[in-house]
């Protein structure tokens, strides 16, 4: 697992630990997924690097991705594509040089590898290039505007995000259903079940999909 401190990846993570498929999660990334004052959890297994392309993983059997940033929280076009493209392909390899056949990743609406827009230029490159690796099953989530706690994270909400996700609780009735805003936890939901259930081949889920996955 890797991205389980974002708004996704802590929901898929959750859902993660309290699956009984699950003996042990392995969660990479720059800083732990729990504070030290939280609950112990013992299936929990932190591997803690500065650099996701010399990351190691032990042996598993599933790989979920939830990396991702924006162009002006990263700083610079290069520094985005070094996560959302760079970082992502890294634990996809890592996992798959570990005995992983499946894989689930969060990727993002309008995602194409030939889109003029440059964030879903490198989200469609990145589907294309993780698609590529040899994995049995890959899943892929496309969410529209994401929903949910992200005061708990300690991450500011952006006031054209904020303003759209207000305007989305009237307007999702009218929207097209891939359109509508969809809850963190529904994208989790359907990573997970869906890696577990679906067969092999690559699975592409747009928000109309996701949206059909209860939240926890």
Same mark, same amino acid.
């Given at each position: 697992?890797?991205? @389980?401190?974002?708004?996704?990846?802590? &929901?898929?993570?959750?859902?993660?630990?309290? !699956?009984? =498929? *699950?003996? %042990?999660?392995?969660?990479?990334?720059?800083?732990?997924?729990?504070? /030290? =004052?939280?609950?112990?959890?013992?299936?929990?297994?932190?591997?803690?690097? !500065?650099?996701?392309?010399?990351?190691? @993983?032990?042996?598993?059997?599933?790989?979920?991705?939830? +990396?991702?940033?924006?162009?002006?929280?990263?700083?610079? #076009?290069?520094?985005?594509?070094?996560? !959302?493209?760079?970082?992502?392909?890294?634990?996809?390899?890592?996992?798959?040089? %570990?005995? /992983?056949?499946? $894989? %689930?990743?969060?990727?993002?609406?309008?995602?194409?590898?030939?889109?003029?827009?440059?964030?879903? #230029?490198?989200?469609?490159?990145?589907? %294309? &290039?993780?698609?590529?690796?040899?994995? !049995?099953?890959?899943?892929?989530?496309?969410?529209?505007?994401?929903?949910?706690?992200?005061?708990?994270?300690?991450?500011? =909400?952006?006031?054209?995000?904020?303003?759209?996700?207000?305007?989305? #609780?009237?307007?999702?009735? $009218? +929207?097209?259903?891939? *359109?509508?805003?969809?809850?963190?936890?529904?994208? /989790?939901? @359907?990573?997970?079940?869906?890696? =577990?259930?679906?067969?092999?081949?690559?699975?592409? +889920?747009?928000?109309?999909?996701?949206? #059909?996955?209860?939240?926890?």
């Amino acid at each position: 697992m890797a991205g @389980a401190t974002g708004l996704v990846g802590r &929901a898929v993570l959750a859902r993660l630990l309290a !699956d009984k =498929q *699950y003996s %042990a999660v392995h969660c990479v990334g720059r800083r732990a997924p729990f504070a /030290a =004052q939280d609950a112990p959890q013992p299936k929990l297994v932190a591997h803690i690097t !500065d650099s996701f392309s010399d990351f190691v @993983a032990p042996r598993v059997d599933d790989v979920f991705i939830a +990396l991702g940033t924006t162009i002006k929280v990263a700083g610079s #076009r290069e520094a985005f594509r070094a996560v !959302d493209f760079d970082a992502v392909l890294a634990v996809a390899r890592a996992g798959l040089a %570990a005995g /992983a056949i499946r $894989l %689930a990743v969060v990727s993002a609406m309008g995602a194409s590898s030939q889109s003029p827009v440059f964030y879903n #230029r490198v989200k469609g490159e990145m589907e %294309a &290039a993780v698609s590529a690796l040899g994995f !049995d099953t890959v899943v892929i989530v496309r969410p529209s505007l994401l929903a949910g706690d992200r005061d708990s994270l300690s991450q500011a =909400q952006r006031l054209g995000e904020k303003l759209a996700l207000g305007a989305a #609780r009237w307007l999702n009735p $009218l +929207l097209p259903a891939d *359109y509508r805003s969809v809850d963190a936890n529904q994208v /989790a939901g @359907a990573m997970v079940s869906t890696l =577990q259930t679906a067969g092999a081949g690559p699975h592409v +889920l747009l928000s109309g999909a996701l949206r #059909r996955h209860p939240t926890i």
